[in-house]
Nanobody, 115 residues
């Protein structure tokens, strides 16, 4: 079973940038599609970006052109570069398997976009 730990969140002004990291432990990380999800207060968790083991990416329309997902299979790490952040990006961000969210959920990392 893969376990994940997210980091890199914080408070940023609108228009700013953050880079999130997700380190995985367990078996066979590199075979999985990995994804970044987010959950805002009072809303359901949503998938915002995913990446296959070969590097093919997919994004939710709300973040397309602003967020970039990448992965380092050698170090079992997934990244989310977030640029041009908006207040509506405020949420707890989680990484997990990118199709069914089949791993145990980590604690997530809080991203707050506010002036």
């Amino acid at each position: 079973q893969v376990q994940v730990v997210e980091s890199g969140g914080g408070l940023v002004q609108p228009g700013g940038s953050l880079r999130l990291s997700c380190t995985a432990s367990g078996s066979a990380f590199s075979i999985y599609v990995m994804g970044w999800y987010r959950q805002a207060p009072g809303k359901q968790r949503e998938l915002v970006a995913s990446i296959t083991r070969g590097g093919t990416t997919n994004y939710a329309d709300s973040v397309k052109g602003r967020f970039t997902i990448s992965r380092d299979n050698a170090n079992d790490t997934v990244y989310l570069q977030m640029n041009s952040l908006k207040p509506e990006d405020t949420a707890v961000y989680y990484c997990n398997e990118g199709v069914l969210g089949r791993f145990s959920w980590g604690q997530g990392t809080q991203v707050t976009v506010s002036s």
